[in-house]
């Protein structure tokens, strides 16, 4: 059964960072596109980024280039190292894997991920 668990998150203050870390099992993990997404009370889901078995990554522009994907293939193990954070940044955050998709990028504004994490919060707040 293809499982993705988040951890990593938590309070942080303005301008602090963070690094959220999800483990895939049961998947093709070097093949696959994963990718993280965030969803704040009251909005959309939205995408964060994405990252490709080959190591080929897409942002959201509204990342502003303060958010890293990463990846490390023995660990099977998707980061996400955030930086700067605001209040804005405060949301429940979702990591996904599909391995069945012809555009990994493309997740980013159409999802069409079959397998999503539980979510883990991260609280930005003086």
């Known amino acids: 059964q293809v499982q993705l668990v988040e951890s990593g998150g938590g309070s942080v203050q303005p301008g602090g960072s963070l690094k959220l870390s999800c483990v895939l099992t049961?998947?093709?993990?070097?093949?696959?596109?994963m990718g993280w997404f965030r969803q704040a009370p009251g909005k959309e889901r939205e995408g964060i980024a994405t990252?490709?078995?080959?190591?080929?990554?897409a942002y959201a522009d509204s990342m502003k280039g303060r958010f890293t994907i990463s990846k490390d293939n023995p660990k099977s193990t998707l980061y996400l190292q955030m930086s700067n954070l605001t209040p804005e940044d405060t949301a429940t955050y979702f990591c996904?894997?599909?391995?069945?998709?012809?555009?990994?990028?493309?997740?980013?504004?159409?999802?069409?991920?079959?397998?999503w994490g539980q979510g883990i919060q991260v609280t930005v707040s003086s």
């Open positions: 049961d998947y093709k993990y070097d093949k696959v596109c």
């Open positions: 996904a894997a599909e391995a069945r998709l012809f555009s990994c990028s493309e997740q980013l504004v159409r999802p069409n991920f079959g397998y």
């Open positions: 990252i490709i078995g080959d190591g080929r990554t």
